[in-house]
């Protein structure tokens, strides 16, 4: 079993930054692919980015690319999400997720078996 909390969401103008943070945990923790999906009110689920727990690689959709970065402390177990210029269309509640595959299907937010609690990102125009 994998547990993942996020933190650092919050309200921000826009063209402003934040940074997502998400702390992994687990009895066996050695998930593949990890990455962050949201979700905005009366919309469907949103794959922005993923990354590769053993090498670094990473995706990002075309929606947030250049804005938003993935990365990982794999000494920490730690998924962070830097987003940068930030839009009002970007407010959602944002998710980390987890899977123990990374492949053609890490667009998809069903991929992933593992979910955090979410955290409210606000973009005010």
């Known amino acids: 079993q994998v547990q993942l909390v996020e933190s650092g969401g919050g309200l921000v103008q826009a063209g402003g930054s934040l940074r997502l943070s998400c702390a992994a945990s687990g009895r066996t923790f050695s998930p593949y692919a990890m990455g962050w999906s949201r979700q905005a009110p009366g919309q469907e689920s949103e794959l922005v980015a993923a990354?590769?727990?053993?090498?670094?690689?990473?995706d990002h959709a075309d929606s947030v690319k250049s804005r938003f970065t993935i990365s990982r402390d794999n000494a920490k177990n730690t998924v962070y999400l830097q987003m940068n210029s930030l839009k009002p269309e970007d407010t959602a509640v944002y998710y980390c997720?987890?899977?123990?595959?990374?492949?053609?299907?890490?667009?998809?937010?069903?991929?992933?078996?593992?979910w955090g609690q979410g955290t409210q990102v606000t973009v005010s125009s």
């Open positions: 990354i590769s727990w053993s090498d670094g690689y990473t």
């Open positions: 997720v987890a899977d123990w595959t990374y492949g053609s299907s890490w667009s998809r937010p069903d991929a992933y078996d593992y």
